[in-house]
């Protein structure tokens, strides 16, 4: 089959489609294959209709039972979007707090052209100027709480690169993407502005903003992933009826409409036209080859009837792994399997999967004085930095912070109110309201008029204390459904990470009480608390999938170098959230996005 | 009418198949108590979803469009050469006229599988057949399957909006909507008038848009049906508590109540039967059928509260009473609604002309 690729890029999302991008612009004759269908929006589709619909059981559909040999959940029930990976065919298992091995849902992002930005909130922040220094920001303090084994001083890194040296990329990532938010308010420099302007905020949100302003945290319209305005760099158009983007159908759903700035309609749609550019969809790679000298010359992949491939690479070509942080060194991982001098390659020292992250994750949730229809909104409205300054941190005792935003979009529709109740974990999806047979008859009908419309949640997104035995392996016995080993995530919370959670849940909180009661700060919260408090904390990810492949200037120290590069490889390049040293203090997306165009810069010069 | 054959779309068919028809291991992983133990489905991703039933445009009409759906048959081969001729044959159309499936086509090549898209009416239940080289076949993912009267077996589907009961009996139909409608009573008190007046206005729209499937099935907004079709298809592997909790509750209310039908009960029998089910000590019942009234409930809420409020092609939520239910009572001072779903939903079930579902 064809082997004349300048470059092959595996996985079409945030960390793939910006180099695909870039590199296609430029000339380069690029592949991408992507392990899940293409489904276009209807303005791109052939018979006018869209794949992704305004349906709450494409969201979550029927109950599936997990069937995983080996597994102490077997029998259980789980739940899954019509995009993301079934369970019993590619399972993630997590290590509870028991020992015992659990296959999971969480961690997965959508297996689609556009990958997770098709089903995530769209929700588009910059990391702040501190979160790229953690190692030399924590150094040489005396004053960090929960940590009496000093980890965070020793495991703290540095990114090998500076905010300043993203900012750029940051820019373009907002221009090319479509991006709608305000800059003032943002604790961190800009070099432009390139947001479109934000729709009027979902009346609910209103609580949020007189919080913030009760407690005088500066703040912000969060920045969300979605157009608002006609964006030339993609060729989309928004309707006459501008707010026809604010459904209520926005977190895990794909847009019909094309109006979420996915990566396929933002990014991948602008080249996909071009002759150098090809697409292949619905194609599994298996595993990489590598030849003495530690060029990648051959994938190995299924096609869509599930037949072996082999594709030849020809010589100075690239291979760019972007399947997300756990799929990626999965396959890294069952490259090395395969292959000796991949494995003596990948394996020069033992951080390959080491490191995992994702974040702090946590909130508030309140029960407001007015219901408002929150069927018209999309995933968040305001955002506050407050929680990341130097002042912050040093008051608090935190080696690092987090932001902290309402989410708008939340138990929005009367499907998400139930299955969410009590829980909003992929994992125990209906659970809670099934088990809580109070809701029964009148009660039932209660609990709609108490609850329809008039809950609010503020959370916040905080940097995870990276520790060495958090990390991404191939699990002894569970395989996948091509009899491969599935992703063993093995992971715990640091006391430090439970200590943030509390404080930074106890700060949204405020946020509600004050936006009740803006005087006294007295509203009652319904619940607050961090995700460490779930009963399967370990498996909670929240689809940040961080790290295991971290990049650093130092080869024994880190997995990539400085431009992604796998060392002791010719041109082996992770640019998914894996290389991510630190987790950020905001959801990861744009800053995937920033660095996957740092990345691409670079390969322009060497391709 | 003729039937429509729509142009062949390989990416659309891959798009669907390839995840869920792709795969080495073959273990039992998909069998959840709906097929025989060594069921070879069961080895079979969602293999529910076949044929698939999808939305349907014809570019011009969402009115028209509307009451049809996009159905795409697939044919799947594993032997080592590809059938030289795939057909199709089904009581959509007569029974002599065949229809033949495109071999579908990756980067050039041809694939495993073979496709036929159809435009078929909602509300239906229609049986098939493959005709592979001669030799007539039941489809091999389709695990919806039926016994005609002339005992052969054929593969079944049914389009969207399906008033016809494929799961349950009449008189578990009566039973269930008594049960449903203590789970969720949204027929009672206040809330019945907004629903009877709802249905007649829904009855006045159907003489004019050819409401034809929107029938007013059961007083839960039809979420006996949306039930009955989830266990046809999606959630098949419940049947079985519904085959044996339903007798149960019949039986146990004869008992209680010999002088009366079960399904003609007042209220407060069956509120008090849901909460002794949520407790899980029902007097009467046969734990040894079934040990748990209370999983059953527990199933049960989350099958009445789906099917009031998920999408009406499903067939519960009937002409979207249960969205139109909360819009109604959810209203600012002003008396605007706080639940506008009419304008994110596709024309005519909705007002958006801009997303056609």
């Given amino acids: 089959m064809h082997n004349d690729f300048d470059v092959v890029i595996i996985g079409s999302g945030a960390g793939g489609a910006p180099v695909a991008h870039t590199l296609a612009q430029a000339g380069k004759a690029v592949l991408v294959i992507e392990k899940g269908p293409l489904f276009r929006p209807q303005y791109q589709s052939p018979n006018g209709l869209s794949d992704f619909k305004r349906d709450e059981l494409f969201a979550t559909g029927p109950e599936k039972r997990i069937r995983v040999p080996g597994v102490s959940n077997w029998g259980e029930s789980y739940y899954s979007s019509h995009v993301e990976p079934d369970l019993n065919d590619e399972p993630h298992i997590y290590q509870g707090e028991d020992g015992r091995d659990r296959a999971t849902i969480e961690g997965y992002t959508a297996q689609v052209v556009g990958g997770g930005t098709q089903l995530y909130g769209g929700v588009s922040l910059r990391y702040c100027p501190i979160d790229f220094c953690l190692g030399s920001f924590n150094a040489e303090r005396t004053d960090l709480q929960d940590d009496p084994a000093g980890d965070i001083r020793r495991e703290a890194r540095d990114w090998p690169i500076t905010y300043a040296d993203l900012e750029p990329y940051y820019g373009r990532a907002e221009r090319l993407i479509g991006i709608n938010g305000t800059r003032s308010g943002q604790a961190k420099p800009f070099g432009g502005d390139y947001y479109q302007r934000p729709l009027p905020p979902n009346a609910i949100s209103d609580y949020v903003k007189t919080g913030l302003d009760a407690l005088g945290l500066a703040s912000y319209r969060t920045p969300l992933a979605v157009i608002t305005e006609d964006h030339a760099p993609s060729g989309r158009c928004v309707p006459a009826e501008s707010e026809v983007a604010k459904s209520g159908f926005i977190n895990r759903y794909g847009d019909p409409l094309g109006l979420k700035s996915n990566t396929w309609v933002s990014l991948l749609t602008p080249v996909s036209r071009l002759e150098n550019f090809a697409l292949w969809t619905n194609c599994v790679v298996t595993h990489l080859g590598c030849a003495p000298g530690g060029r990648i010359d051959r994938l190995f992949y299924r096609d869509p009837s599930g037949a072996a491939r082999r594709l030849d690479l020809k010589p100075g070509a690239v291979v760019v792994v972007a399947c997300s942080a756990i799929e990626s060194v999965r396959l890294l991982a069952l490259s090395a399997l395969e292959g000796a001098e991949f494995d003596r390659r990948i394996h020069h020292n033992d951080l390959l999967g080491a490191y995992f992250l994702t974040h702090c994750l946590g909130g508030a949730e309140a029960i407001m004085h007015r219901r408002c229809d929150k069927s018209r909104s999309l995933d968040s409205d305001w955002a506050t930095d407050a929680c990341q300054s130097e002042a912050f941190l040093h008051q608090t005792g935190l080696w690092a912070g987090g932001v902290i935003y309402n989410n708008t979009s939340d138990q929005a529709l009367p499907l998400s109110l139930a299955r969410t109740h009590g829980s909003q974990d992929l994992d125990t999806i209906w659970r809670a309201f099934e088990g809580d047979t109070r809701l029964l008859g009148e009660p039932l009908i209660d609990f709609l008029d108490q609850s329809f419309g008039t809950l609010l949640s503020v959370c916040f997104m905080a940097n995870q204390v990276p520790l060495k035995s958090n990390r991404i392996a191939l699990h002894p016995s569970a395989r996948d459904k091509w009899n491969r080993p599935a992703a063993y995530i093995i992971k715990q919370w640091h006391p430090h990470d439970i200590a943030a959670m509390n404080l930074l849940a106890e700060q949204c909180a405020r946020i509600l009480r004050f936006g009740a009661d803006p005087v006294h700060g007295r509203h009652p919260i319904e619940g607050q608390g961090g995700v460490h408090l779930a009963p399967n904390a370990r498996a909670r990810i929240a689809n940040h999938i961080l790290g295991g492949a971290r990049f650093g200037a130092d080869p024994a120290d880190s997995v990539l170098d400085p431009t992604c590069r796998a060392w002791q490889f010719d041109n082996l390049y992770v640019t998914d959230g894996s290389f991510m040293p630190t987790s950020g203090g905001a959801n990861p997306t744009l800053t995937i996005q920033a660095n996957a165009f740092r990345i691409a810069d670079h390969l322009l010069a060497r391709i | 009418m003729s039937i429509v054959v729509l142009p062949q779309d390989d990416e659309y068919v891959l798009n669907y198949c390839a995840r869920y028809l792709t795969r080495e291991n073959q273990e039992i992983r998909h069998n959840y108590g709906q097929f025989e133990e060594q069921d070879a489905l069961g080895s079979i991703c969602e293999s529910w979803r076949f044929p698939s039933v999808d939305s349907y445009w014809d570019g011009k009409d969402p009115k028209t469009s509307y009451f049809y759906n996009r159905v795409t048959f697939v044919y799947k081969h594993s032997g080592s050469s590809p059938p030289g001729e795939v057909r199709l044959i089904g009581n959509f159309a007569c029974l002599y006229e065949s229809f033949l499936l495109q071999p579908v086509r990756f980067l050039g090549e041809p694939t ?170 029902v007097p009467g019942w046969d734990y040894t059928a079934y040990n748990s009234p209370a999983y059953f409930l527990q199933l049960l809420r989350r099958h009445t509260f789906t099917g009031a409020f998920s999408h009406p092609k499903y067939g519960g939520n009937v002409g979207a009473a249960g969205w139109a239910y909360l819009e109604e009572r959810y209203r600012n001072p002003e008396g605007d609604t706080l639940f506008a779903w009419r304008r994110a939903i596709e024309y005519p079930l909705g007002s958006s002309t801009v997303y056609r579902g």
């Fill in chain 2, 112 to 281: 495993v599988y073979h496709a036929l898209t159809l435009v078929l009416p909602k509300g239906k239940v229609y049986v098939y057949k493959f005709i592979v080289d001669g030799r007539v076949c039941l489809d091999a993912i389709n695990p919806q399957r039926v016994v005609l009267d002339n005992g052969q077996p054929w593969s079944r589907l049914f389009t969207d909006l399906c008033p016809e009961l494929l799961s349950f009996e009449p008189a578990e139909v009566e039973l269930l909507a008594r049960l449903t409608g203590s789970v969720l009573p949204l027929h009672r008190a206040e809330r019945r008038c907004f629903i009877d007046r709802y249905y007649e206005q829904i009855d006045r729209e159907s003489r004019k848009v050819e409401y034809a499937h929107t029938q007013r099935l059961d007083r839960s907004v039809g979420v006996v049906n949306f039930i009955d079709k989830l266990l046809a298809r999606q959630e098949r592997h419940h049947l079985i508590a519904y085959r044996l909790c339903l007798p149960i509750i019949d039986k146990l209310l004869r008992a209680a109540h010999p002088d009366s039908e079960p399904a003609q009960l007042p209220e407060v029998v069956f509120d008090e039967l849901c909460r002794a089910m949520a407790r899980g000590r």
